[in-house]
Structure formats: structure tokens, C-alpha cells
């Protein structure tokens, strides 16, 4: 792990879910099992509340690939996500990630765009990638 995640990682728990660099309370851990090592992985995403999930977008700062942790929720959607709680604290969140498609995703990643400008700059960058994004729901 980076130690731009360790810090923001850090920096989230210490601070009951918000986070100082441009995330406030949008952030949330996202906890992904390897697909090949088997490995717990965190990584910090923008999450942003649709009703009682979330929604995370794979944009990879607008790289040509997807992120590693995408692959990792399609071989195993079955997650947990932290989350900050309206109390100023963290909920650990056991979810199901689903890959959005077609006007579903459109819309999910219009959210994305409107809460920050990058995220239009990243779909330019990705080379002709449509970003995923996806929708984590409680389970």
C-alpha cells in the first residue's frame, strides 16, 4: 500500500470517517478479498450515498486499466466497506458490489462528475475506457 493510502487510511480512522484532503465524508474503506493471493486489501474510494448503498467509481485517476480492486470485487463481490456513520464515527458495512450498466451506470457517474470536476478529467485521460462504476449494497 501507498503511503498516500496509509496516511488518508489513518487520517479516516483517527478522525471518525472525515478526511482533510478534498474527501470530507464521501470517503469510505473498501475491503477486497485477491483474486489470486487471497489477501485482504483496503483502498480508500469516493463513495457517494445512494440511498442505503453506495456508489464507487473505478476511474484509476483516468488510467487506461482498471484499478486492481475492481477486479477483485467482480471474482468476489461479498465485501466490507467503512463507512462514517451520521454520529461522527465509522460503521464497518457488510455489502455486494454490482457492477452498473448501461443508463444506470450513465447516471451513477454523472453523480460522480458533479461532485468533482476530476472525475471528467479522468474519463478524458482513460483513452476511450468507460469508467466503471459500482454500487455497493448492504447485505
Do not use: C
Amino acid at each position: 500500500m501507498s503511503d498516500f493510502n496509509t496516511g488518508i487510511i489513518e487520517e479516516f480512522r483517527a478522525n471518525g470517517g472525515a478526511v482533510s484532503r478534498g474527501f470530507g465524508t464521501d470517503l469510505a474503506l473498501l475491503h477486497t478479498i485477491g483474486a489470486k493471493s487471497g489477501a485482504e486489501r483496503i483502498h480508500p474510494v469516493l463513495a457517494l450515498r445512494d440511498g442505503d448503498a453506495w456508489l464507487i467509481a473505478a476511474s484509476k485517476g483516468g488510467a487506461p486499466e482498471h484499478p486492481a480492486w475492481f477486479h477483485n470485487l467482480l471474482a468476489q463481490p461479498e465485501v466490507e466497506l467503512e463507512s462514517p456513520d451520521l454520529r461522527g464515527g465509522i460503521d464497518t458495512v457488510a455489502v455486494r458490489a454490482e457492477s452498473l450498466q448501461g443508463e444506470a451506470r450513465d447516471a451513477a457517474w454523472a453523480r460522480f462528475v458533479e461532485r468533482s470536476p476530476a472525475f471528467a478529467q479522468y474519463e478524458e485521460r482513460a483513452g476511450g475506457r468507460v469508467i466503471p462504476v459500482v454500487r455497493l449494497a448492504r447485505r
